[in-house]
């Protein structure tokens, strides 16, 4: 019997002046373990006079884990945080009662030609976090574990499993797991996951019980610890998920809660401009008019 449940095809989704590829959540599956929400952003090259400009955004009862590929991302917040993220490194920002941040290209790059590609991702807070206060974490990617088995580099960008723990200061059992390969070969980890699990190929290939799958498809197991495939030659892909929260998650635009009166105090803030302020910004996304079919 196969233990991949589900299969989630990436979906396009603009976000302002950026199209995205939109991986969770799935109307058939809102979240794996406290993960809610994947973006995977690119790869798109950009001329001179295109820049990626996310004005300033408001966030509640969640992390955000920002992770890139190639670019530069300049990440600024109501905080006080003004950091530039390069690839491999994570920036990670707990939203708690409430932060408002921008995502901008880098000064340095916005009258250049330029490429960003990485993924964007939420991960919910336990219920007696949700309300926790702000905070942000910076961590260059030398201080990611990596390492090697085999034809296999392995890094935790976030977590534990694997007998490894992420600096990254997560809030619950939760892992987020890069495998590249230089050869086909097979890889056997079920062992060391828990709770829900799922594989994103962002690039090769994988094959599990006599069926391959290509890039931009999520595969929901069945069981983590039955966590066994096939890797391709020069393929990539991420491991992500942990222990799932007795409470449902519910998400308005930006907003994650276990309250929908919490979803709504918030749009309210936001509306009114209740919400911290980033320095130095001025402008702001509004609260979005969605349109019934």
Not at 36 to 50: A, L, N, Q, T
Not at 66 to 82: K, P
Not at 255 to 267: H, M, T, Y
Request: net charge negative; proline share 6%; hydrophobic share 35%.
């Amino acid at each position: 019997m196969s233990n991949i449940s589900l299969i989630i095809e990436e979906r396009a989704a603009n976000i302002g002046n950026f199209m995205v590829g939109r991986l969770l959540p799935f109307r058939q599956k809102r979240a794996v373990g406290p993960f809610v929400f994947i973006d995977h952003m690119g790869p798109v090259k950009m001329s001179e006079r295109e820049n990626m400009e996310v004005l300033p955004h408001p966030h509640i009862g969640l992390s955000t884990l920002t992770f890139l590929f190639d670019g530069a991302i300049m990440h600024r917040d109501s905080i006080g945080s003004e950091v530039e993220i390069q690839p491999g490194a994570v920036n990670w920002m707990t939203a708690g009662s409430g932060v408002v941040h921008s995502e901008r290209t880098p000064e340095r790059l916005q009258d250049s030609t330029k490429s960003l590609h990485g993924l964007q991702i939420w991960v919910a807070l336990p219920k007696e976090l949700e309300e926790t206060s702000p905070s942000f974490t910076h961590i260059d990617a030398n201080q990611i574990p990596k390492w090697q088995d085999g034809d296999v580099r392995f890094k935790l960008i976030a977590g534990e499993a694997l007998d490894k723990k992420s600096p990254v200061p997560v809030h619950s059992k939760l892992y987020f797991i890069e495998i590249k390969s230089q050869n086909a070969t097979k890889v056997s980890i079920g062992d060391k996951l828990y709770g829900e699990s799922a594989l994103y190929i962002l690039e090769g290939s994988i094959s599990s019980e006599g069926n391959e799958y290509g890039p931009k498809q999520i595969l929901i197991a069945k069981d983590a610890k039955l966590c066994e495939f096939d890797i391709g030659e020069h393929s990539t892909v991420y491991i992500f998920g942990g222990e799932p929260f007795p409470e449902e998650r519910y998400i308005d635009w930006n907003f994650v809660s276990s309250s929908k009166e919490r979803l709504a105090k918030a749009k309210e803030d936001w509306v009114n401009q209740k919400f911290p302020k980033v320095v130095g910004e001025t402008d702001f996304v509004p609260y979005p008019t969605f349109k019934k079919s």
